[in-house]
């Protein structure tokens, strides 16, 4: 009776056995999301879902319960995605650097409204990625993805008072960015 008791001290009675299985059935779109939010590029998300999952491999044994199992999940990938931004930055890497991938001709687009399209995203995942990981990943979620402030600190962990001081800042800089962005096409490519 001893023994039984003093294996389960740090599992709690309402919470089951959590394996890499389950985590990823349940999880797997939700850490796809967070990766994208947190600008690693669509070439490599596939290798950063699988790296993020190894994770969860070696250290789902450390999630003890005291939050939900997606802000753990958020917690793993903004240090695998803070990694990938220093990693590509050592190989002198723009994560906003992806290739211009063809799409199959619009019947509603012309060839220039497709390229005004490709270079205001291309606009856009540049100034993102100024942003540092925390904030940029507020920023999309409320912006982009119009997810509400209390959803969004319930994803990140963090207080919602934290998530409007993180947007606040990231809407700063995301103006100040794109300011400095217009300014440098205006005077043909000059900074």
């Given amino acids: 009776?001893?023994?039984?008791?003093?294996?389960?001290?740090?599992?709690?009675?309402?919470?089951?056995?959590?394996?890499?299985?389950?985590v990823y059935a349940a999880h797997a779109g939700f850490v796809w999301a967070s990766l994208q939010r947190l600008g690693v590029r669509p070439s490599d998300l596939d290798d950063m879902l699988q790296e993020v999952f190894v994770i969860v491999h070696q250290r789902l044994h450390t999630f003890d319960h005291s939050s939900k199992v997606t802000t753990w999940l958020?917690?793993?990938?903004?240090?695998?995605?803070?990694?990938?931004?220093?990693?590509?930055?050592?190989?002198?890497?723009?994560?906003?650097d992806t290739p211009v991938e063809e799409r199959p001709?619009?019947?509603?687009?012309?060839?220039?409204?497709?390229?005004?399209?490709?270079?205001?995203?291309?606009?856009?995942?540049?100034?993102?990625?100024?942003?540092?990981?925390?904030k940029r990943a507020v920023f999309?979620?409320?912006?982009v993805e119009e997810l509400g402030c209390d959803e969004i600190a319930a994803i990140v962990g963090v207080p919602?008072?934290?998530?409007?001081?993180?947007?606040?800042?990231?809407?700063?800089?995301?103006?100040?960015?794109?300011?400095?962005?217009?300014?440098r096409d205006t005077h043909g490519g000059r900074r």
Avoid at 140 to 143: G, H, L
Avoid at 160 to 183: C, D, I, Y
């Fill in 1 to 22: 009776m001893f023994e039984s008791t003093s294996t389960t001290v740090n599992a709690r009675p309402h919470t089951e056995e959590l394996t890499v299985t389950a």
């Fill in 74 to 96: 958020y917690g793993v990938c903004l240090r695998a995605a803070s990694d990938y931004r220093r990693r590509a930055w050592r190989r002198h890497e723009h994560v906003g």
């Fill in 105 to 134: 001709g619009s019947t509603t687009t012309s060839p220039e409204d497709d390229a005004v399209g490709r270079q205001a995203r291309a606009r856009l995942d540049a100034i993102l990625d100024e942003l540092d990981v925390d």
């Fill in 140 to 143: 999309v979620m409320f912006e």
């Fill in 160 to 183: 919602v008072g934290t998530v409007h001081s993180r947007l606040f800042a990231a809407r700063k800089q995301f103006e100040k960015s794109l300011a400095r962005h217009n300014a």
